[in-house]
């Protein structure tokens, strides 16, 4: 008798790029460029950035549906915002427990600056077969050319990070976490 297959853990990884004619990555890159925000500086909760802050919430949103989330009950909100240069790892905080982390590219380096999800079960202790065609279950890489208004989304215990970038100007994203929070009673 053959055995049955049940796959458990998927693990998505949103993207959603900008509308034509949206100006948030340049509105960002000219909010960064003024100085407004050191590299480390924190941005959630600025007013600056409240564009940008109802366009990460509108996409985990649609995150949250999909995940089936009890929107009744509670909501995302932007909990943490940081602009970052290539070649900057994000490395998940592993006791904030937030559903969702994310990268936004405000502006992409020339070469380089790939972002990149690694394999959680990728251990050093885990002894991986050879394979003879690579599946969503046996990559242990997934790479994404940066693309300025790009907004990726996933989960935030996966292990992220941005390639370097050539020499010349580095790009910039903006990484950030989502946090469910509470909804008042009606």
């Keep these: 008798m053959p055995g049955i297959r049940e796959d458990w853990f998927p693990t998505s990884i949103w993207y959603f790029d900008a509308e034509p004619g949206d100006?948030?990555?340049a509105a960002l890159a000219a909010l960064l460029a003024g100085g407004a925000a050191p590299p480390a500086?924190?941005?959630a909760g600025r007013a600056e950035i409240a564009s940008f802050t109802a366009l990460v919430l509108r996409n985990a949103l649609e995150v949250a549906r999909f995940e089936r989330w009890d929107l009744e009950?509670?909501?995302?909100r932007l909990a943490r915002a940081v602009a970052v240069a290539s070649g900057s790892a994000h490395a998940p905080d592993p006791g904030a427990a937030l559903p969702l982390c994310g990268v936004y590219v405000v502006s992409a380096p020339e070469k380089g600056g790939s972002l990149h999800f690694d394999d959680p079960r990728s251990l050093p202790t885990v002894s991986v077969p050879p394979v003879v065609e690579y599946t969503p279950w046996t990559f242990r890489r997934i790479t994404y050319a940066p693309v300025p208004g790009r907004m990726l989304l996933f989960p935030g215990w996966l292990r992220a990070g941005v390639e370097p970038a050539a020499a010349g100007a580095?790009?910039?994203s903006i990484h950030f976490?989502?946090?469910v929070a509470a909804r008042e009673p009606a």
């Design 41 to 43: 500086g924190e941005l």
């Design 73 to 76: 009950r509670a909501e995302p």
């Design 177 to 179: 976490s989502v946090t």
């Design 170 to 172: 580095p790009g910039v």
């Design 23 to 25: 100006g948030t990555a």
